[in-house]
């Protein structure tokens, strides 16, 4: 075969292999772009377990008619410029290719309407294959709808579960993302029914969250974690060793307010729990570190679940030397306990 150019829509839909697992990487892609575009309250609809619709609607900044086609275009992006812009990314979003990506392997609809505009506008999007846009009422925001995910990718699409696996994947993406955004407020319903609800008014550093989303036990034995130095701040809750897990179900960590895993921090909060903890047992965290922007790599991964430190040992050395330290209390009754 000859060497040839790929067409858009076939690029995008091998960029949607990377960024488009399941219906809760729609779901994380539509809601951070809720986030980003400053949303204080996010509807989200979901059809048999997000496979047959997810429907975003949020009350943002929203987007010009004009913009819409642009939105939908493959590294099309208003979140950066430049390389220096990249470096120091606040957004959630930069790649601009969640939505061409979602929109190549669906059938799409955004609609919106900016705070300064007296119009909506809408434009739908077939597999990849775009309309016109139109003029559509719409309240101030943002509406994305995703029909029938992977219908034109049937390799894909046999890979998707049954609804209550899929729909469970999306519940925790969102407890995830409420556990970090209690200032927004998250309404879920799924085929029709009201199916949760994060209010909006958390406070980030109460407890209320982690009662709401984590239950009870976690929230009674939770240590508040407060630490900052050497240009790093850790904040969050640590449960009491006496709360433990059998899996790493609760872990949660935040760098910069994204949800990632990392190994290396993983690694610290375990060794920090080391003499304290059960062989075979987990820890369970809520825990924000924050520090310059420019010192992390976000893009390392394009579904963004993974960050790279540029000083990994200090960062290892900072949480678990924060986390021992909260720990001390917990060490000194059980050395009292084994003396008595
Ligand atoms: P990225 O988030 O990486 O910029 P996306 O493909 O997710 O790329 O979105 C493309 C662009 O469309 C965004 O940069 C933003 O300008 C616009 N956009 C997408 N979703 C929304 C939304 N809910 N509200 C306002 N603008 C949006
Ligand atoms: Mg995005």
């Known amino acids: 075969m000859p060497i040839r150019q790929l067409p858009d829509t076939l690029i995008n839909q091998i960029a949607a292999g990377e960024v488009v697992e399941r219906p809760a990487s729609v779901v994380k892609e539509l809601v ?9 309250r996010v509807e989200i609809d979901l059809e048999e377990g997000g496979i047959r619709l997810i429907r975003v609607r949020d009350d943002g900044g929203g987007i010009a008619p004009d913009e819409l086609p642009l939105a939908v ?29 979602i929109a190549s392997v669906s059938r799409f609809m955004l609609a919106s309407r900016r705070t300064d505009a007296e119009h909506g506008a809408a434009l739908h999007v077939d597999g990849g294959r775009l309309g016109e846009v139109a003029p559509k009422p719409h309240p101030q925001g943002t509406t994305v709808e995703v029909r029938d995910l992977f219908y034109n990718v049937p390799a894909r699409r046999k890979f998707l ?44 550093a109460s407890t209320d969250r982690l009662f709401e989303t984590l239950g009870e036990e976690f929230a009674k034995h939770a240590l508040r974690v407060e630490h900052s130095g050497a240009g790093l701040r850790l904040h969050g809750w640590i449960a009491q060793p006496v709360y433990n897990r059998a899996s790493a179900d609760q872990q949660y960590l935040y760098v910069n307010g994204r949800s990632v895993r990392d190994r290396n921090v993983a690694h610290a909060v375990k060794q920090a729990y080391a003499d304290v903890l059960f062989h075979g047992r987990q820890p369970a965290y809520v ?31 900072f949480v678990y030397r924060t986390l021992h330290a909260a720990l001390a209390e917990t060490r000194a009754g059980l050395s009292a306990e084994s003396a008595a």
């Open 32 to 40: 951070e772009n809720a986030l980003d575009a400053g949303a204080r």
């Open 73 to 101: 275009s493959r590294h099309a992006t208003s979140k950066i410029a430049s390389l220096d812009d990249l470096e120091a990314v606040a957004t959630l979003g930069f790649r601009g290719e969640a939505l061409p990506s």
């Open 161 to 204: 579960r049954a609804e209550r696996t899929e729909l469970s994947h999306i519940e925790e993406w969102l407890r995830s993302l409420a556990l970090a955004r209690p200032d927004v407020e998250l309404r879920v319903s799924h085929n029709g029914r009201p199916a949760r609800r994060y209010r909006g008014d958390g406070i980030l």
């Open 287 to 317: 825990l924000f570190l924050e520090l310059d922007p420019r010192t992390v790599d976000v893009n390392v991964h394009p579904a963004k679940h993974e960050v790279r430190f540029r000083e990994s040992r200090l960062v290892h050395d």
